[in-house]
């Protein structure tokens, strides 16, 4: 959020459970009812309709959960951090839950200009939920990471383009298995563009699904350092004067 007068904060929080399955406008709009139910000092927009100066990170699919979402939100006046997180998850809907907060620096990036990478663990099934041997997928992906690339086929504009997923691919690995099959440890680029998973698993290999998504970790890398976006634009503490 590029920054106004006030006190702009950064919340992580996570997705979880049922709740995955609501469209990131109705997180939106659990997180605005939250901030009103805690009569947070809010920021509003000018003009016709005034909202609340609230801006998200990468939309999350619906039907996938996480433990690494992220939104900015511009109060007017300074809270109390130390409370916020405990505050807002108490009027938030079961499986959204805030896990962090920062004061942020005045005219931070925006989160979705900032992300550069995000790690997901997906747990992957043969079609209609067949289930597939670990030997299996891991052969897969050895052999996806070995090819010069990794093309898929996208709509874009009403029309299929060929695109290549390789360059967005940073690390795939098979980490073990959960009840429902193997699981794999995914890291993606965003930028320029990004992928989502079950795309991912086409390029690996047709026939693999993307059957539990959990995003884990969202990165701003910045000169060499990779760092979790409640640190990356944080506000730098002014320390307190000592009594002479």
């Given at each position: ?34 901030f009103r139910i805690e009569q947070l000092p809010l920021a509003f927009t000018q003009g016709f309709a005034p909202r609340p100066k609230v801006s998200f990170g ?110 967005i691919v940073r690390t795939m690995a098979v980490t073990g298995a959960d009840d429902l099959g193997p699981v794999l440890d995914l890291e993606l680029s965003t ?54």
């Open positions: 959020m590029r920054g106004d007068e006030g006190f702009p904060v950064r919340i992580r929080f996570t997705k979880r459970g049922k709740v995955r399955f609501i469209s990131h406008r109705d997180v939106a709009r659990a997180f605005e009812r939250a990468l939309a999350l699919s619906v039907g996938h959960e996480s433990d690494a979402e992220y939104l900015d939100v511009q109060l007017v006046d300074e809270v109390p951090l130390d409370s916020l997180a405990q505050r807002v998850s108490d009027a938030l809907p079961t499986g959204i839950d805030v896990t962090g907060t920062a004061a942020l620096a005045d005219r931070a990036p925006a989160l979705q200009e900032s992300v550069t990478a995000v790690a997901y663990r997906v747990t992957v099934t043969g079609p209609d939920d067949e289930r597939v041997g670990v030997d299996k997928v891991g052969a897969a992906v050895d052999r996806a990471l070995a090819r010069p690339a990794l093309p898929i086929t996208r709509t874009r504009k009403g029309h299929e383009v060929t695109e290549d997923l390789r360059s930028q320029p563009r990004g992928a989502r998973p079950a795309e991912v698993l086409t390029a690996v290999d047709g026939e693999l699904v993307d059957r539990r998504v959990l995003r884990t970790t969202q990165l701003i890398e910045r000169g060499g350092a990779r760092l979790e976006p409640l640190e990356a634009d944080a506000r730098s503490r002014v320390p307190e004067a000592r009594a002479s």
